[in-house]
């Protein structure tokens, strides 16, 4: 049924001009109507662009337009998210009527390997993000690797939970149709609770899963993890995996663990690393090259650096993408002409990496601005121009902390002519057009920013800030057990003393990774079963405890009536 939904609806885009090289923008939920659409577009010869739901309209606008999408596919739910603009929209249900006219066989292919596959939108260092073109021959070469890495078989079902905005999606959606296996597709949002993923991977029997590391301990903190007996194979990437979770990972859970590496420039991954226990291991390596990719380690001569050596991590072979979409500048500056082979780039990763005496590479940190936060890839200039953007912002400067373990955002301001704004209106005026990844977890005001002898911003200078900034200076004592025990376990986790009932979550600095560590504890403390997304709407321990108090009055009146299901 999918295969003949998505060659009618691939069809019906033929005719509107979708073919090599068009990109079709897609706005949709995850969902089976996802799947659909994703093939149609490839079947059809276009390059999806993933426009996700959960964005700022304005980003999506944005997105839209840069990437001058001829095309539109849009859930009818989702309709009034978007601006009117010059694409022609499909809406999936209010046009299906029309497409279900079309034939059900496969339209003829003319799309060649070095045409364009996707266009996925990354973080941009001046304040706009930029749309990554990604071709046939490099997303290909990606999946036939995994393949014949880890042999999927029609007994596998494959976890797809990935935002489709980012590229760890495509293979979750297309190696299991593929090669034969089951493509179990998560509920919209579930990406974030680990109690529901715990118990999807045992009711679906799911074997292959993927993880950002911050997420995998966050999961292995907080699910279930006796229902994950099916698990064979699990991948985790996006950010550096760190030993502790590895090692706990491998202690507690079946099957085996891979650590990839890889930037959105080079279709997904490069590099491949089975996890093992060492003693004494202080990192785990992000492995060595997959199939058809050629890693360099080099110098600012562009010459190869010795065994043991930091150098800059460079990427050749055919998983480096075409680009970047309407940036030339860019494009050549980020991919550069190959020392090793003539007529072959090179994509400059800004990661400095090191090889091991054993051949594989560690990763040890960034050479820029531009930094990992659970698995999302950031540029600090893109946060400092949307501060900039604020009319009483004179100067601003963004960090990302490692406190304990943490990393989180930190933003620096300087008012324009008076005190910067509170931290609240900063927060609103950024929501308008950064992804909430990308939203600091606290913001200092300081009368000028710090400046090394030369006049550059001294980025070390900058002070730590006090997340109990964010108490509010009206403290409210908790007042009943519940805002208490809650009250505590937000001190815990958000690392604040002295939490009071009205104070706000994101002004703590909370996130959605600490969201789900307050839903574990809190399941430990009253036996209820809260998601990220009750923490991140409730805000503040006085709503939380309200909702915990509901949910704990609804099963006693379950148990009251005789009903033996508990779960809530």
């Given at each position: 049924?999918?295969?003949?939904?998505?060659?009618?609806?691939?069809?019906?885009?033929?005719?509107?001009?979708?073919?090599?090289?068009?990109?079709?923008?897609?706005?949709?939920?995850?969902?089976?109507?996802?799947?659909?659409?994703?093939?149609?577009?490839?079947?059809?010869?276009?390059?999806?662009?993933?426009?996700?739901?959960?964005?700022?309209?304005?980003?999506?606008?944005?997105?839209?337009?840069?990437?001058?999408?001829?095309?539109?596919?849009?859930?009818?739910?989702?309709?009034?998210?978007?601006?009117?603009?010059?694409?022609?929209?499909?809406?999936?249900?209010?046009?299906?009527?029309?497409?279900?006219?079309?034939?059900?066989?496969?339209?003829?292919?003319?799309?060649?390997?070095?045409?364009?596959?996707?266009?996925?939108?990354?973080?941009?260092?001046?304040?706009?993000?930029?749309?990554?073109?990604?071709?046939?021959?490099?997303?290909?070469?990606?999946?036939?690797?995994?393949?014949?890495?880890?042999?999927?078989?029609?007994?596998?079902?494959?976890?797809?939970?990935?935002?489709?905005?980012?590229?760890?999606?495509?293979?979750?959606?297309?190696?299991?149709?593929?090669?034969?296996?089951?493509?179990?597709?998560?509920?919209?949002?579930?990406?974030?609770?680990?109690?529901?993923?715990?118990?999807?991977?045992?009711?679906?029997?799911?074997?292959?899963?993927?993880?950002?590391?911050?997420?995998?301990?966050?999961?292995?903190?907080?699910?279930?993890?006796?229902?994950?007996?099916?698990?064979?194979?699990?991948?985790?990437?996006?950010?550096?995996?760190?030993?502790?979770?590895?090692?706990?990972?491998?202690?507690?859970?079946?099957?085996?663990?891979?650590?990839?590496?890889?930037?959105?420039?080079?279709?997904?991954?490069?590099?491949?690393?089975?996890?093992?226990?060492?003693?004494?291991?202080?990192?785990?390596?992000?492995?060595?090259?997959?199939?058809?990719?050629?890693?360099?380690?080099?110098?600012?001569?562009?010459?190869?650096?010795?065994?043991?050596?930091?150098?800059?991590?460079?990427?050749?072979?055919?998983?480096?993408?075409?680009?970047?979409?309407?940036?030339?500048?860019?494009?050549?500056?980020?991919?550069?002409?190959?020392?090793?082979?003539?007529?072959?780039?090179?994509?400059?990763?800004?990661?400095?990496?090191?090889?091991?005496?054993?051949?594989?590479?560690?990763?040890?940190?960034?050479?820029?601005?531009?930094?990992?936060?659970?698995?999302?890839?950031?540029?600090?200039?893109?946060?400092?121009?949307?501060?900039?953007?604020?009319?009483?912002?004179?100067?601003?400067?963004?960090?990302?902390?490692?406190?304990?373990?943490?990393?989180?955002?930190?933003?620096?301001?300087?008012?324009?002519?008076?005190?910067?704004?509170?931290?609240?209106?900063?927060?609103a005026h950024l929501q308008r057009t950064l992804p909430d990844y990308m939203l600091p977890a606290a913001f200092v005001r300081l009368d000028h920013l710090p400046l090394s002898p030369n006049g550059k911003l001294?980025?070390?200078?900058?002070?730590?800030?006090?997340?109990?900034?964010?108490?509010?200076?009206?403290?409210?004592?908790?007042?009943?057990?519940?805002?208490?025990?809650?009250?505590?376990?937000?001190?815990?986790?958000?690392?604040?003393?002295?939490?009071?009932?009205?104070?706000?979550?994101?002004?703590?600095?909370?996130?959605?990774?600490?969201?789900?560590?307050?839903?574990?504890?809190?399941?430990?403390?009253?036996?209820?079963?809260?998601?990220?997304?009750?923490?991140?709407?409730?805000?503040?321990?006085?709503?939380?405890?309200?909702?915990?108090?509901?949910?704990?009055?609804?099963?006693?009146?379950?148990?009251?009536?005789?009903?033996?299901?508990?779960?809530?």
């Open positions: 049924a999918i295969e003949r939904r998505a060659n009618q609806l691939a069809h019906y885009l033929r005719a509107r001009g979708v073919g090599p090289d068009v990109v079709v923008g897609l706005c949709a939920e995850r969902s089976i109507e996802m799947v659909v659409a994703l093939l149609a577009i490839l079947k059809a010869g276009g390059a999806y662009l993933p426009l996700d739901p959960g964005l700022p309209p304005d980003r999506l606008a944005y997105m839209l337009a840069d990437a001058r999408a001829p095309v539109l596919i849009i859930q009818d739910t989702l309709a009034d998210l978007l601006p009117e603009s010059e694409a022609v929209t499909v809406r999936l249900d209010a046009d299906w009527p029309l497409i279900a006219n079309c034939p059900t066989t496969a339209p003829d292919s003319t799309v060649a390997p070095d045409n364009l596959a996707y266009v996925i939108y990354t973080s941009g260092s001046t304040g706009r993000p930029k749309g990554v073109m990604n071709a046939h021959r490099g997303i290909v070469n990606r999946i036939a690797w995994m393949q014949d890495a880890y042999r999927l078989t029609p007994a596998d079902r494959v976890l797809q939970k990935t935002p489709f905005g980012f590229d760890v999606s495509v293979w979750e959606f297309f190696w299991p149709l593929a090669f034969g296996a089951t493509l179990v597709i998560a509920r919209p949002g579930g990406h974030q609770e680990p109690a529901y993923l715990a118990e999807l991977i045992e009711r679906a029997g799911v074997t292959i899963t993927h993880f950002v590391p911050s997420m995998l301990q966050a999961f292995l903190e907080a699910a279930d993890l006796s229902r994950c007996h099916t698990l064979r194979d699990t991948m985790c990437s996006g950010e550096a995996l760190p030993v502790e979770t590895q090692d706990r990972f491998l202690q507690q859970l079946p099957g085996r663990l891979h650590n990839l590496y890889g930037p959105t420039e080079a279709a997904v991954d490069v590099s491949a690393w089975a996890c093992r226990l060492e003693p004494d291991a202080t990192k785990v390596p992000i492995g060595r090259p997959i199939h058809n990719i050629a890693l360099h380690v080099l110098d600012r001569r562009l010459e190869p650096v010795p065994v043991g050596v930091a150098g800059e991590l460079y990427i050749g072979g055919v998983g480096v993408a075409r680009g970047y979409l309407g940036r030339p500048g860019l494009t050549a500056e980020r991919f550069v002409p190959s020392p090793f082979a003539s007529g072959e780039r090179l994509y400059r990763t800004g990661d400095l990496a090191r090889w091991r005496p054993d051949g594989a590479l560690d990763y040890l940190d960034r050479i820029d601005h531009q930094v990992k936060i659970r698995g999302f890839r950031i540029e600090l200039g893109e946060i400092e121009a949307a501060l900039l953007a604020h009319a009483e912002i004179e100067q601003a400067a963004v960090i990302a902390r490692d406190d304990a373990g943490d990393r989180r955002l930190v933003a620096y301001v300087v008012g324009r002519g008076a005190a910067a704004p509170q931290p609240a209106a900063l927060r001294d980025r070390k200078a900058l002070p730590a800030p006090d997340l109990g900034a964010g108490v509010a200076a009206g403290y409210v004592a908790p007042r009943t057990e519940a805002e208490a025990v809650l009250a505590g376990i937000w001190g815990e986790v958000l690392g604040v003393d002295g939490v009071g009932v009205e104070d706000n979550f994101f002004e703590l600095g909370g996130d959605s990774i600490r969201s789900l560590r307050i839903v574990s504890r809190a399941k430990a403390a009253f036996d209820v079963i809260l998601t990220p997304r009750d923490v991140l709407t409730a805000r503040t321990v006085f709503a939380l405890a309200e909702l915990v108090e509901e949910k704990v009055l609804l099963e006693f009146e379950r148990v009251a009536s005789g009903d033996g299901n508990h779960n809530l």
